[in-house]
């Protein structure tokens, strides 16, 4: 079956200091990889997705970064955090080669809880 | 300008009746819908998907319709219990990419 884990579940990080998400995929191929942010009470917002290694679309200028190092490997980066980065960061997983789309159900990890101070 | 509504007040019910959640959506035309589940502190949990030629759709306790006319879904849980207490969430295709735009999400507590 397949699994997707993220970590870590919560950080805690001063402005203007480095961020490193990771998150990653088990049991399938060539999956449609996303990262998502989800402020309280609010919808997620898509951050990043990525139907293959090396291929990433941003959503939103920001001050974050995406990185698809290995195929079942997604990486969520900053150099310096500022104080809206916080939230809950939650990746995701769907079918690739079917057709990036909506038409796939997404299967999400537990997310990382990013408090800036 | 594009949106999704869900009830931002929480849907408290008894043990036993059906909740009902709403979501209604301006200036999209989704091919398909979804809904998901969410606990606190974790991700959302795929429940089911509807494509805009179907109607109805179930899963055991669970139903979904979709009114491309009224630019509606409806989400039933039947018999509810304690544990179906969560934030129901309503995603649909964004048209711009075919990406998953998501409503901002209903709590619903059912009461024993």
């Known amino acids: 079956s397949q699994t997707i884990h993220q970590w870590p579940a919560t950080l805690v990080q001063p402005v203007g200091s480095p961020l490193s998400l990771e998150c990653t995929v088990e049991g399938t191929s060539n999956p449609n990889l996303y990262w998502y942010r989800q402020a309280a009470g609010r919808g997620l917002q898509l951050l990043f997705y990525?139907?293959?290694?090396?291929?990433i679309s941003s959503e939103v200028p920001q001050n974050l970064s995406a990185s698809r190092p290995q195929d079942r490997q997604f990486i969520l980066s900053s150099k310096k955090l500022l104080l809206s980065d916080s939230g809950f960061y939650l990746c995701a997983w769907s079918v690739g080669r079917v057709g990036f789309g909506s038409n796939q159900p997404q299967h999400f990890g537990d997310g990382t809880r990013l408090s800036i101070l | 300008s594009q949106k999704i509504e869900q009830n931002s007040e929480a849907l408290n019910i008894q043990e036993g009746k059906t909740a009902t959640l709403t979501c209604n959506y301006t200036?999209?035309?989704?091919?398909?819908l979804q809904w998901y589940r969410q606990d606190p502190g974790r991700g959302p949990v795929f429940l089911l998907l509807?494509?805009?030629?179907?109607k109805e759709k179930r899963k055991e306790r669970l139903k979904v319709t979709f009114d491309t006319t009224l630019k509606q879904s409806l989400f039933h849980i039947t018999a509810s219990q304690p544990a179906d207490s969560a934030t129901y969430l309503c995603?649909?295709?964004?048209?711009?990419?075919?990406?998953?735009?998501f409503g901002a999400g209903t709590i619903l507590r059912v009461k024993s």
């Open positions: 990525s139907v293959g290694i090396g291929q």
């Open positions: 509807i494509r805009e030629n179907e």
């Open positions: 995603a649909l295709e964004g048209g711009n990419g075919n990406k998953l735009v």
């Open positions: 200036n999209y035309s989704p091919a398909y």
